[in-house]
C-alpha cells in the first residue's frame, strides 16, 4: 500500500503541477480582461466549489430557491450534467432526466408550482440570455456547478466544502480533487462547509475558521444534512399512502442502500443509526442504471435476508431509478428514497439564506451600473 502511493505520487504529482500551472494562467486571464466576464442587470448567485462532486451543491441550490422563491421570480440554470441533449434547454412538464439531468429535473419538479423556472446549457452566458428572453419577468438567476464558469461574473458567488474533505489539506486533480487551489476562495462571497455532524464542537468550528483565514468581507457558514422520512419511489403503489418507516425495521429486517452519487457515505452511515442490516449497491456519480444493472441489483436483493427488506436510494438517484423502464416490477413495492434537506439553526446564529439577503441589495445595484455601463 505504501509503495502504491508513492508511485501514485511520482506519477501525480507532475501532472498535478502542470494542471495547476493551467487553471492559474485562466484565472490570470480572467482577471486582467483578457478573458470576459459578462455581468447582468439582474442578481446572478453561483452555487459551487472548488473541488470535484460529493458537497451537498443540489440540496444548497434548493434552499437557496426555497428561501427566495416569494421574494423573486427565479430561473435556476445548470449545465446538466450527463444529459442525454446539447445546447439550450428550457423545462417543461414533458421534460425527463435523459433530456436536462438528474440535478435540474429534481429541481424542476420540486419548485415549478411556484413559478421557478429551471433551464440547462452548456454556456452560461447564452442560458441566462435565452432564460430572459423567454421568459422576461425572471428577476434573479441561481447558477448551479458554476463557480469555475468565469464567464459570467456573479453578484453573489457560494461556495460549498465538505467538512470531512476540508479543501486546505487537499491537493490539486488529478494528485487530489480539487478543481482550484485553496486561494480560488478569494472569489468567495460565502464559505459552506457542508455535512458537519451534529457533534461539531466550537473548537473544530475554530479550526476550520483559522485554516481558511477568509477575508473580513467574507461569510463562512456551517450547515449539516437533515434527512426526511422514506418516500415511496413509486407512490402509486400506495394508493392509502402508507409504507415503511426506518424506526420501526428490526435487526431481523434488511436495507438495501443502491446509491449513484459522489460521496453516499453520510447516507450510509444515517441508514446504520437504525437497526436494520444494511448492504450496499454503490455506482458512479450521475450514473446511468443499465438493464443489467437492474438485474443485478435485483439479485442482490433477492439474495438478502430479512423479515421486512426494503431498498433505499437517495433522491437525485431515485428521478433516474423512477423513469427507468429497465426497473423490476418485483421491486416497486419496496423501493424508497431518502429526502435530504441543509440545516443551519444548530451551527450558526445567521443562516445562508439571511446572509444573501443582507448581502445582495447593495452588491446588486453595483453590478446593475456595471451591467449598464
Known sequence: MAKSKILSALLLYPISKVYGWGVAV???????????QHTFDIPVIVVGNISMGGSGKTPHTEYIVDALASQFHIGVLSRGYKRRTRGFVMASPD??????????????????????????????VKGINMMRKLDPAINLIVLDDAFQHRYVKPTLAVVLMEYSRPAYADKLLPYGRLREPVTALDR?????????????TPMEARIIRTNLNLMPYQRLLFSGFRYMPLVPLFPEEFPGGHGAQLSHLTRADSILA?????????MIKYLRTYKAKVRIKRYSDHHHFSHSDMESILSKFTSMSGHTKILVTTEKDAVRLRHNPCFPAELRRCSYYLPVTVSFDEFNTETLAGDIMQMLPGKTAAYANQANS
Open 26 to 36: 485562466r484565472n490570470a486571464m480572467f482577471n486582467r480582461g483578457m478573458l470576459t
Open 95 to 124: 421534460s425527463t432526466p435523459d433530456a436536462i439531468g438528474d440535478e435540474p429535473y429534481q429541481i424542476y419538479t420540486k419548485f415549478c408550482n411556484r413559478g421557478v423556472r429551471v433551464a440547462v446549457c452548456e454556456d452560461r
Open 188 to 200: 468567495a462571497d460565502i464559505v459552506v462547509v457542508t455535512k458537519c455532524p451534529a457533534s461539531m
Open 258 to 266: 443502491v446509491t449513484g452519487v459522489a460521496n453516499p457515505r453520510p
